[in-house]
């Protein structure tokens, strides 16, 4: 019996962005059976308080226990910076975020030290990110920029390099992370992978990290610590959950993720 | 005893839009009490289906009762389209939307009878403003527009004539209505009376007509219809709550309502 291993790992966020996550988990944990909830009926979180971070978070893992969930993976940037702490207390589940693997991994990356970091005004406001890095790369500076108009823009398909209104606003972002010289550069928010090229067009020679890439190392390693892994060869299944207009859903998905997807409602 | 007369006025929206039609509402019934509600735990409602934004209209309007009102305005254009049907048939109270007050407004003003609208993609989708239009103007052409990145240019304080940004994002979403030769333009959101300067130098000659505006007046008649003015000579009295973040809402919302103001917590 393989019960236990071949549960599905639970992952969550707020509406679309986790979908970047999960296009690592298929690629790196190709076996392994996924359950996907996005809380599209009270996405965007990123401007909301701690407070009610905390409560949709937990909204989010009490649906995804439902499915006998094996662990956790907080596919959103705000939830795991305003939140993971109180999960982790909460749920006695194997929880893995995007920020502390993406932070660690740029503390290993940076040559010179300076890494910035971009996402939303809650996970920048967390100090998130800057604490894990003080942590593991005391020396290294951070300069963290909120970026609260990159996801509406992403969700309207503006993130496409030529994009005059994408490049503008993301200019001005950057422009502190520029003049301080970053080598190496978080895109913390799972929306952002899809800046990627504008991005990389913007500052180039910088090393872009994703959280999603980050996060699905350690989910692997956390697995395997626990002998978690599905033994089965056979690819494994997904199925993903919304809480409101699943249309929206399937219509915009798909580019975060690079496939067709059909999205199941599960209102509150 | 005028007991019934002196109670509030309640006025929902999904955040902070709803203000500029307090705003209005100060100016024209500045005798009135007033209780507003911004549910910032759940906003932007402008993306959402049908079946939630009722959903999340009931609780504002629960909410507003418990402050004994005596009639509701819905400050909200997606609430106004996608609810105000199913809230008239629940709530026995007054209730005064700004979808309707403008629509008659335009089809009454429009000279050459091309009509734009621009909006949430809810509201525009819901075809409520073009419904109205038909009615009161059948020969009139309606170009409807939703424009998904106004609210979140706005409540990031671009608005201002010279910002690169929003007048490339209008510019694209205005030339279907510009194309058309509209001489009518419906500011179907109460973000948008931010943008009126930016709009108007877009669209010269254009009448632009704010939904805050039609909506004072007809609830100025409903009162007054129902005799429920406020026949003290006092100036009103005005609360605010917010369901999440009231030092943000304070932050951001003097920028609509053009005074400082403080939001109390109600959450659900």
New interface residues.
């Given amino acids: 019996m393989n019960e236990k291993k071949s549960r599905p790992i639970g992952v969550f966020d707020s509406g679309l962005g986790g979908l970047t996550v999960v296009k690592m988990l298929l690629q790196r944990l190709p076996h392994e059976n996924i359950i996907y909830f996005g809380d599209?009926?009270?996405v965007p979180y990123g401007?909301?308080?701690k407070?009610?971070i905390i409560q949709y978070a937990k909204d989010d893992i009490d649906f995804l226990l439902t499915h006998d969930v094996k662990a956790i993976c907080i596919a959103c940037n705000t939830a795991d910076s305003m939140a993971k702490a109180e999960m982790e207390q909460r749920y006695r589940i194997p929880i893995i975020g995007v920020v502390e693997p993406a932070a660690k991994m740029a503390a290993a990356t940076s040559q010179n030290r300076k890494i910035g970091v971009i996402g939303t005004k809650a996970t920048i406001k967390s100090g998130a990110y800057a604490a894990v890095i003080a942590r593991e790369a005391p020396d290294a500076e951070v300069i963290s920029v909120p970026c609260?108009?990159l996801c509406?823009?992403v969700?309207?398909g503006?993130f496409l390099p030529g994009d005059?209104?994408v490049e503008?606003?993301l200019r001005d972002y950057l422009a502190p992370i520029k003049a301080a010289g970053a080598d190496t550069l978080i895109l913390g928010c799972t929306h952002y992978p899809l800046l990627y090229d504008v991005i990389e067009t913007l500052l180039p020679g910088v090393t872009l990290i994703s959280s999603g890439f980050a996060s699905a190392e350690t989910l692997i390693r956390t697995l395997d610590s626990l002998d978690l892994r599905n033994p089965s060869t056979d690819p494994g299944t997904i199925r993903f959950f919304v809480s409101?207009?699943p249309e929206?859903f399937a219509e915009n998905g798909g580019m975060f993720i690079g496939r067709q997807i059909t999205g199941e409602v599960n209102?509150a």
């Fill in positions: 599209t009926a009270r401007d909301r308080s407070q009610t609260p108009l509406p823009l969700e309207e503006r005059a209104v503008s606003v409101d207009a929206r209102r």
